[in-house]
């Protein structure tokens, strides 16, 4: 090992290092609620207790089918043995955050890449990267099992018998990718593409008829599955309005694409890289757009690997999904140490082009400290409370969770609850379910349901129910307090109530009013 090597390799360690004991310092023990984190719990709860694969949270129990099922399936045994333990579950999303960097390194070294150690220090300050490493998401484990995909896919591609063992587990992982989160199919095709343009053996026909055969099953029987238990996976969303679901027309459909482009540029990318949110066009968020385009199309040109195509198939379906221009940012982050590594190479490419020996690397330096400073400041509070807990202050995390305790403590176990939004965030905290909510609050058809769910209780909540009811919220409380003889507050706390059914009064009203 020369001296540049063993150099290398020390700076990379000190950064995991340093990475490991910062993330680590910042775990704590308090909630998380967001709509997906509970959804994965519940999934795992259910797992785990042996129910399978199903909507649990729901009285009429229907199987999952728009998750993939892979990373409940990782939580259910700690869930089992320690039961929905916040502090023991964002340990293991740390962890395999900063595997993440230890990954993210070794396909540096595979690449070539010099100048590792400096990539690997801008995405360890990387703001999402942090806070997502912090929540209980599929992202950190989606990008462990891609980056252990592309890493094995990169040794198969220079393997000469085509069932080299790098193979397999390169297929293993890419499979554990698609089974995490439904965007790795976006990894067959660019695994494919990479083997094709391969010269000579190295990219034998072989090679791609095991890739086509072994994803393609696993694809399929996922998809098969869905079909066959009543459900609809993600490609269900895909040209469709999103207001009504149904499909949308053509000139629809290129005015998404458009709009997704235009939010990527101008907005996705640049917050992403820099950890900024940027509520308006600029001529930063432009300059770091131009930097990362730029350093794709320079190492496309030189290298053409599984990253770069990866990257490319990826951006093409973000481009296509309907809902980027919306809330993109999320959809990103399986891309974000790939971001971060091109607009270095781009803003290296610029530099490059100065002829003086000191101002060129000084720029470079400069530049990426300059985004590592603004990943790490200000802004970081803000990713923060957008992604981990889905703008969800910690006093109303509190007050959720003293609400849902109450639940749990006075309920009945078979209590049946009517929530609007906040069923799935009830289920995971009191283990009482919710009769599914629907389309929402509808007050012409909210009697009628209430009879036929067989409801015990009505929960008006000051997070999720007001989000979900927007300007219902009032009206509902409204209605509810009109009727004091069929809805007997039972909770009150902090804008969050609990108003319990009594059915027989309920059936002699609508009896009364039909």
């Known amino acids: 090992m020369n001296a540049w090597v063993r150099y290398k390799a020390i700076s990379?360690?000190?950064?995991?290092?340093?990475?490991?004991?910062?993330?680590?310092?910042?775990?704590?023990?308090?909630?998380?609620?967001?709509?997906d984190t509970a959804v994965y719990l519940n999934l795992a709860t259910s797992l785990s207790h042996g129910h399978g694969y199903v909507n649990s949270w729901l009285t009429n129990t229907v199987p999952q089918t728009k998750f993939?099922?892979?990373?409940?399936?990782?939580?259910?045994?700690?869930?089992?043995?320690?039961?929905?333990?916040?502090?023991?579950l964002k340990i293991i999303m740390v962890v395999l955050g900063v595997a993440v960097l230890v990954l993210f390194y070794r396909l540096l070294e595979k690449q070539g890449e010099e100048h590792s150690p400096a990539i690997l220090f801008l995405v360890s300050c990387s703001a999402y990267l942090f806070?997502?490493?912090?929540?209980?998401?599929?992202?950190?484990?989606?990008?462990?099992?891609?980056?252990?995909?592309?890493?094995?896919?990169?040794s198969y591609q220079q393997a000469e018998p085509w069932s080299d063992r790098t193979g397999r587990w390169g297929v293993i992982f890419l499979i554990a990718a698609y089974f995490t989160r439904t965007i790795g199919v976006c990894l067959a095709p660019a695994a494919i593409i990479t083997m094709l343009s391969t010269q000579g053996k190295r990219g034998g026909f072989k090679k791609?008829?095991?890739?086509?055969?072994t994803t393609g099953a696993a694809a399929v029987a996922w998809t098969l599955r869905n079909y066959l238990v009543g459900g609809r996976g993600y490609a269900h969303y895909f040209f469709v309005d999103k207001a009504t679901m149904r499909p949308a027309a053509l000139p629809e459909v290129i005015l998404s694409l458009l709009k997704n482009g235009y939010a990527l540029f101008f907005y996705v990318i640049p917050g992403a890289v820099s950890g900024i949110r940027f509520e308006a066009?600029?001529?930063?968020?432009?300059?770091?757009?131009?930097?990362?385009?730029?350093?794709?199309?320079?190492?496309?040109?030189?290298?053409?690997?599984?990253?770069?195509?990866?990257v490319l198939a990826y951006i093409s379906v973000l481009l296509l999904w309907p809902w980027v221009a919306v809330s993109g940012q999320r959809f990103i982050v399986p891309l974000l140490q790939f971001l971060l590594y091109y607009f270095y190479c781009g803003v290296r490419y610029f530099v490059g082009r100065i002829e003086n020996r000191i101002v060129a690397p000084f720029l470079l330096t400069a530049v990426t400290l300059c985004v590592a400073i603004t990943n790490l400041s200000s802004p970081l509070?803000?990713?923060?409370?957008?992604?981990?807990?889905?703008?969800?202050?910690?006093?109303?995390?509190?007050?959720?969770?003293?609400?849902?305790?109450?639940?749990?403590?006075?309920?009945?176990?078979?209590a049946r609850l009517l929530s609007f939004g906040a069923g799935r965030q009830l289920y995971l905290l009191s283990g009482r379910k919710s009769v599914d909510d629907g389309e929402g609050y509808d007050a012409n058809m909210f009697w009628d349901k209430l009879r036929r769910t067989g409801v015990d209780y009505v929960v008006v909540d000051a997070v999720f129910g007001r989000q979900t009811l927007a300007g219902g919220y009032a009206p509902l409380l409204t209605l509810l307090r009109e009727h004091p003889e069929i809805f007997r507050g039972v909770y009150a706390a902090d804008k969050n109530y609990v108003f319990q059914v009594d059915k027989i009064k309920l059936e002699r009203f609508c009896g009364d009013n039909s």
């Open 131 to 154: 806070v997502f490493s912090h929540t209980i998401l599929s992202e950190i484990p989606y990008l462990f099992f891609s980056l252990l995909a592309m890493l094995f896919m990169m």
């Open 281 to 310: 066009r600029s001529l930063t968020a432009v300059l770091i757009s131009a930097g990362v385009l730029t350093g794709f199309i320079v190492n496309f040109r030189r290298k053409r690997t599984i990253l770069e195509w990866y």
């Open 68 to 88: 993939p099922f892979l990373f409940p399936l990782l939580l259910s045994p700690w869930v089992y043995f320690f039961g929905i333990n916040f502090l023991r």
């Open 208 to 213: 791609n008829i095991f890739l086509v055969a």
């Open 381 to 414: 509070r803000f990713v923060e409370r957008e992604y981990q807990q889905e703008e969800v202050t910690k006093a109303e995390v509190k007050n959720f969770t003293a609400l849902s305790s109450w639940l749990a403590g006075k309920a009945a176990s078979d």
């Open 12 to 35: 990379a360690a000190i950064i995991v290092i340093a990475a490991l004991v910062i993330y680590g310092c910042s775990l704590n023990a308090e909630a998380v609620l967001g709509s």
